[in-house]
């Protein structure tokens, strides 16, 4: 079956840099693309960014150019994400989720990793 | 870029019906897909391309758009459907956009 697994928890100061990993299994990996998604305490569903598994392209949205990559490593199914320049605002959770391969891809978010905490503090 | 509302809350009595509703200029031109969260977990798909539920998904949960307007309606609504729920489109050339969430009540 269909699993994205994430790495653990992250404390981190100001101006730091986090990378969460999102392992896959269960589906061919190539075929997919991959979103990461974070939820700010008590706040909403907010999306950061798209990967294709297939080519490598990426979408990020326009607030996180510049200090945001999503990379992804295909012998081990893993796609990552790595947010720079950390503030206290950028405490959230952060979520992997699977859609289409393609740029411009509708397709829904089916299948969800279990979320990882990052915590930005001094 | 694209704006999507919602009713902040929607209380209902077991039984009930449900009904949650997504607004956007020219939303019916688009596929909306629905998710339903509960607390301390990751969300979990219930309608997707407007009207189709994923397998596993009661045909209690519904969905429709047209106009300006897409709509989850939750039919028969029971404790266990207490949950946020969040629309979400494809932005033509900027990414996905969720809305800002509806908080189901169940009375």
């Known amino acids: 079956q269909t699993q994205l697994v994430q790495s653990g928890a992250e404390v981190k100061r100001p101006g730091a840099s986090v990378k969460v990993s999102c392992e896959t299994s269960?589906?061919?990996?190539?075929?997919?693309?991959v979103n990461w998604v974070r939820q700010a305490p008590g706040q909403g569903l907010e999306w950061m960014g798209w990967?294709?598994?297939?080519?490598?392209?990426?979408n990020y949205a326009q607030k996180f150019q510049g200090r945001l990559t999503m990379t992804t490593d295909t012998p081990t199914k893993t796609v990552y994400m790595e947010l720079r320049s950390l503030t206290s605002d950028d405490t959230a959770v952060y979520f992997c989720?699977?859609?289409?391969?393609?740029?411009?891809?509708?397709?829904?978010?089916?299948?969800w990793g279990q979320g990882t905490q990052v915590t930005v503090a001094s | 870029s694209y704006v999507l509302t919602q009713p902040p809350s929607v209380s209902v009595a077991p039984g009930q019906t449900a009904t949650i509703t997504c607004g956007a200029n020219?939303?019916?031109?688009?596929?909306v897909h629905w998710y339903q969260q509960k607390p301390g977990q990751a969300p979990v798909l219930v309608v997707y391309?407007?009207?189709d539920r994923p397998s596993g998904i009661p045909d209690r949960f519904s969905g429709s758009n047209s106009d300006n307007t897409a709509t989850l309606t939750i039919s028969r609504v029971e404790a266990g459907d207490e949950a946020d729920y969040y629309c979400?489109?494809?932005?033509?050339?900027?990414?996905?956009?969720f809305g800002p969430g509806t908080e189901v009540t169940v009375l």
């Open positions: 990967i294709s598994s297939h080519n490598g392209e990426t």
């Open positions: 391309d407007d009207t």
């Open positions: 269960g589906y061919s990996f190539t075929f997919y693309g």
């Open positions: 020219d939303i019916g031109r688009k596929s």
């Open positions: 979400q489109v494809r932005d033509s050339g900027r990414g996905y956009v």
């Open positions: 989720a699977r859609s289409g391969r393609t740029a411009g891809t509708t397709r829904p978010f089916e299948f």
